[in-house]
């Protein structure tokens, strides 16, 4: 029995200050965090967790998980237009 491979669902992880809580907008893209791209959600969830507790104690400072995977189609790897 033939077993296929998983697709690959990427996973970014970014984070920075934000100018407004209520918000996702970031006060300073040059200074936006781009911790990584991960292969799928429990890798990029470890990773993302482990940035939220280190900057814990600073309100505007937030780390998100962009499913990239939803942006892409995998089977063609061609973006999905908008």
Known sequence: MSVQPK???????IGG???D???VEFD???E???VGVYPNYKT???VW???AQM???DAHTRYFIVHLHRLMDPETDQVIKA
């Open 32 to 34: 936006v965090d781009i």
């Open 44 to 46: 990029a969830y470890d």
């Open 17 to 19: 200050q934000l100018s």
């Open 55 to 57: 900057t814990v104690d």
């Open 7 to 13: 697709k690959q669902l990427l996973h970014l992880v």
């Open 49 to 51: 967790k482990q940035k």
């Open 21 to 23: 809580l209520e918000g």
């Open 28 to 30: 300073n893209l040059d």
